[in-house]
């Protein structure tokens, strides 16, 4: 349930001016975030404040989820879609509102669609340093392994390769944002699914740009099918699966179309490794490694980050898998 319900009122004020019907909205119901009411008709409503690219795969899920388990029709209300975002929603059958006042609704015999119409004022975004770059790479670190959320400061700052300040500062913010409480002896995570989420988003805005290093394809199409020998002789950790071949390790139930590679190995000796070619329209994305531990016995990166890399896809297929991780893998974020 999202906490601040201030622009589900603005983006139903600004429809009813375009369509001139009467919205009942209420938000006082503990299961959903709100519900309307449309000409007689009622809609269950989930609420972001923003779908985008960063998290249009984890908005779609939990969508997903709500029609599978409610026969009542679901509006998605966020204070802003981005046009892809919006496409996504609409192809996929799910009704949507703004805060622009753009929607699209389409159940039984009713049908509004409204778009192209902007926002008054851009939001200011949050600069919260607790999910900048080095805070995304600290949280990350916590998450991946509930023990190391009890390291000294100066182990955490050295595990992740950041200044102590950096990790004061982010675990100071945790506290602050009601994601962290110290006790005498301990520290521990609160609201953990939250926090992932939030995580997710800022690890695909904020981070994932920076640590993307090239586009590949193998020079042979064939090689697609051969991917899980290739990384045989390596030594352990040089190269990790992420994304969907990692998925498909891990569950044995998925082909991959798309591959995510991290590594710190120059890109010659990747592509020599895997047998790849430059291409900026390739299948195969190389990203940085950004973290130091590793799970390097199937030669995959963390849970954490093949659900992240899944969930951010957007694909229904690879949601899917990535659901399927989190229950197996992510127990202790659950």
């Known amino acids: 349930m999202y906490r601040n319900n201030d622009f589900i009122y603005e983006a139903i004020a600004n429809l009813e001016r375009f369509i001139n019907i009467p919205i009942d909205v ?11 009411k449309i000409q007689n008709m009622q ?10 690219n960063s998290n249009q795969g984890l908005v779609l899920s939990q969508l997903e989820d709500m029609r599978n388990n409610s026969n009542k029709p679901i509006i998605f209300i966020a204070d802003y879609i981005s046009k892809e975002a919006a496409i996504q929603l609409k192809n996929r059958g799910f009704n949507y509102i703004d805060t622009a006042g753009n929607a699209f609704i389409n159940s039984n015999e009713l049908i509004i669609y409204v778009e192209g119409k902007k926002r008054n004022n851009a939001r200011l975004t949050n600069q919260s340093r607790a999910f900048q770059e080095a805070g995304v790479k600290i949280i990350f670190h916590l998450l991946i392994e509930p ?19 950096s990790v004061s500062n982010v675990m100071a913010e945790l506290e ?18 939250e926090l992932l989420e939030r995580w997710l988003v800022e690890f695909n805005t904020v981070l994932k740009p920076r640590i993307i290093r ?6 042979d199409s ?51 490794t895997l047998r790849l070619v430059p291409d900026k329209t390739g299948n195969i994305e ?46 202790h974020i659950q």
């Open 26 to 36: 209420e938000t006082s119901r503990a299961k959903y975030d709100a519900i309307l």
């Open 43 to 52: 809609f269950i409503v989930e609420a972001k404040s923003a779908m985008r």
């Open 147 to 165: 023990g190391n959320l009890q390291h000294s400061y100066r182990e955490i700052a050295h595990s992740v390769g950041v200044s102590l300040g």
């Open 176 to 193: 602050e944002l009601n994601y962290m409480i110290k006790t005498k002896d301990k520290r521990v995570l609160k609201n953990k699914e």
């Open 214 to 219: 090239s586009r590949m394809k193998f020079i």
């Open 222 to 272: 064939d090689m697609a099918q051969n991917w899980q020998n290739m990384l045989s002789n390596q030594n352990q950790g040089e190269i990790l699966w992420g994304g969907e071949p990692a998925g498909a390790i891990l569950t044995n139930n998925l082909r991959p179309q798309e591959f995510t590679i991290y590594s710190n190995l120059v890109l010659p000796e990747i592509a020599k």
């Open 286 to 331: 190389v990203c940085q490694k950004f973290w130091k531990d590793d799970n390097n016995n199937q030669n995959i990166a963390p849970a954490l980050l093949i659900y992240t890399d899944l969930m951010n896809s957007g694909f229904g297929r690879n949601v899917e898998i990535a659901n399927q991780i989190f229950e197996n893998e992510l127990q």
